[in-house]
Structure formats: C-alpha cells, structure tokens
C-alpha cells in the first residue's frame, strides 16, 4: 500500500517562498504520476501541479505558473513543490496525490479524479 507524507507547510509572508515535499512510503514512485493539489476553507479543491512518472512532463494551474516548479527525485522517493512569489489567495491545505501508470512519459492532468493515493495535506499559511 502506498502511503504519501507531505511536509514543508507553514508561515510565510507575502513575496516569500516555501518547499513542500511528498514523502512516499510502501511503494516505490518511479511509476507514479504525482500531482499537488490545494483546498482553502470554504472552496473546492484545484489542482496545481503534476509530474509524470519519468519526471519528463509537467504541468501546472494557470495561477501558478511561473512562481511553482515541481521536480522529483525517485531515488529518494520525494515529490519536490518549490513555491515562490506567494500571495494571500495561495494560503491553503496543500495535498499530493498518486496515480499508478504504465504509460511513464505520458502528460499528466489535474484532475483529482485521475489520482488514487493522498496523504494528509500541509497548511500554508500567506499573511503578513
């Protein structure tokens, strides 16, 4: 069974950056699409970013283009989301998400639906 651990969450002020790290368990991610999603109180859960399982493919929200990378490092079976710039509207419950597949280069989507496995969430907190 694969179990996800997510890390890295707190409190940062406007303009700053945080990294958040995926922490898998029981499994080995090397195939594994890994996706980030974010829920804020009182709103549905969007999907902002996801990584092939070769780690060759990425995809990212609209609202954080630019200011998020995602990387992996499967030897270390760690899920990397490098975030900078971060505003108020960034505030959240931050999940990362696994999907098995045997397609490892195929692009990945940010649909929840696709994504079978979730750990716990880490808060980010925006706020000066």
């Known amino acids: 069974q694969l179990q996800l651990v997510e890390s890295g969450g707190g409190l940062v002020q406007p303009g700053g950056s945080l990294r958040l790290s995926c922490v898998a368990y029981g499994r080995t991610l090397d195939s594994y699409t890994i996706g980030w999603f974010r829920q804020a109180p009182g709103k549905e859960r969007e999907g902002v970013s996801c990584?092939?399982?070769?780690?060759?493919?990425?995809n990212f929200a609209d609202s954080v283009k630019v200011r998020f990378t995602i990387s992996r490092d499967n030897a270390k079976n760690t899920v990397y989301l490098q975030m900078s710039s971060l505003n108020p509207e960034d505030t959240a419950v931050y999940y990362c998400?696994?999907?098995?597949?045997?397609?490892?280069?195929?692009?990945?989507?940010?649909?929840?639906?696709?994504?079978?496995?979730w750990g716990q969430g880490t808060q980010v907190t925006v706020s000066s």
């Open positions: 990584i092939s399982a070769s780690g060759l493919s990425t």
């Open positions: 998400a696994a999907n098995f597949t045997v397609t490892p280069h195929r692009v990945c989507a940010l649909r929840s639906k696709d994504y079978d496995y």
